[in-house]
């Protein structure tokens, strides 16, 4: 006896099948899930200054390393969750426990009252967070329509921008009136709803299948070409990293102390950054990741050269103008590492997106201080202009390479 085919369900008017319910748990949920934690990352960003220089007596160098060493957290730990989730079949537990270890690390700082134990407990808690923020985005990466893929990149990557985004300027506010510490309590009991809220992410993600772990962590050796994605995630994420710390620093030269107003001018980067990815995202579906993702990358570099050299009302601009650029690159190179990574180890080829994109955050801030030494802010922004610039000439080459054979 035949079965009858599925009742679709209506909404607005229109069919919505058991498979598209099926993406928007596997899709919208984590997406959701990704704003909150990069809510929760960003919160301390514009109390950076007051938080370690003013409350715990630290240097500009403590402030690029509390954010350097939770890159390095990641660059360690982002590969090895991807490999055990692969290795388990199962994303959803990890996840919860990364967040709940997030969320104890974050409330802990309260109690720090010294910069060594601040930047050992932003070790742990970086190995904490990866876990969980990496593999979220891994449960994205495992749906199966490629038609549909740059979109769901798309949201993914609005969602985790547009957290980013809502985080600088909250934080800059919370600091203001509640105090310096105040955004990482927040943050604490934020992830520790995350880690509750992860239970109803669909059950399991990926195929369970008894590989090695040398099989798993050998996904590049297989796939070279992963290597292109990879290489503007670094780049991209060194921006952030260098913007991170040295921006602010920037800004204090133009008389910009308020740590709420530092917040609103990421905010100028960061909101258009993450509006229009999911226009993007389609734009990848239609001409394919590699034309957004080189020019881009491109214009991205001429405009970072500007910073160092404009005054505020032109930072405005500037700052709008990295926003729409940036936004043509995320959705394209994380679709691409959908697109050339095996579904039974696509965590791995995720935790590799992410180690490039931590490895770049780590370096970032420490080359932007020493740019700054050496130059001054315009020779540092020019600096960080020119390396995405080659990044991007170095990607185009391998392409060519590859796309020759």
Not at 253 to 275: E, H, N, Q, S
Request: charged share 15%.
């Amino acid at each position: 006896m035949r079965r009858p085919p599925p009742v679709p369900l209506l909404f607005g008017g229109h069919a919505i099948s058991a498979s598209s319910q099926t993406a928007s748990r596997a899709v919208l949920l984590p997406s959701l899930l990704l704003t909150v934690a990069m809510f929760n990352v960003t919160l301390i960003v514009a109390g950076l200054k007051e938080l370690v220089l003013d409350d715990l007596g630290g240097t500009g160098r403590d402030a690029s390393l509390f954010f350097s060493i939770e890159a390095l957290a990641n660059i360690l730990f982002a590969p090895l969750w991807g490999v055990l989730s692969d290795r388990l079949g199962m994303r959803r537990p990890l996840v919860s426990l990364g967040f709940f270890g997030s969320g104890v690390l974050y409330l802990s700082y309260l109690a720090v009252d010294t910069i060594p134990a601040l930047l050992a407990v932003r070790f742990v808690q970086g190995a904490f967070s990866v876990m969980g923020w990496s593999l979220l985005m891994s449960i994205v990466l495992d749906q199966p329509d490629r038609r549909r893929r740059g979109r769901y990149m798309g949201v993914m990557g609005g969602a985790l921008i547009f957290g980013i985004s809502l985080g600088a300027p909250v934080g800059g506010w919370v600091t203001s009136s509640l105090g310096v510490r105040a955004p990482l309590w927040l943050a604490g009991v934020l992830f520790l709803g995350l880690s509750v809220a992860a239970w109803l992410l669909p059950a399991a993600t990926t195929t369970r299948r008894r590989e090695s772990w040398r099989d798993l962590v050998g996904v590049v050796g297989r796939e070279p070409r992963l290597l292109i994605p990879y290489l503007f995630q670094f780049v991209d994420r060194y921006s952030v990293g260098f913007f991170v710390v040295l921006f602010p620093q920037y800004l204090a030269t133009l008389g910009v102390d308020d740590p709420a107003l530092r917040g609103r001018y990421l905010a100028l980067y960061l909101l258009p950054f993450a509006i229009l990815q999911y226009f993007t995202g389609r734009l990848s579906d239609r001409v394919g990741p590699y034309p957004p993702l080189i020019a881009g990358s491109l214009a991205y570099g001429l405009v970072m050269c500007l910073v160092g050299f404009s005054g505020l009302q032109a930072l405005w601009w500037v700052m709008i103008g990295l926003g729409v650029l940036a936004a043509l690159m995320f959705p394209p190179a994380i679709s691409l590492t959908a697109e050339l990574s095996d579904e039974r180890t696509r965590g791995v080829a995720m935790g590799g997106f992410n180690l490039a994109g931590s490895l770049g955050f780590a370096v970032g801030p420490l080359v932007g201080q020493w740019a700054f030494a050496r130059g001054g802010f315009g020779f540092a922004f020019v600096l960080s202009g020119a390396l995405e610039i080659v990044i991007a000439l170095a990607a185009v080459a391998f392409w060519l390479r590859w796309r020759g054979r």
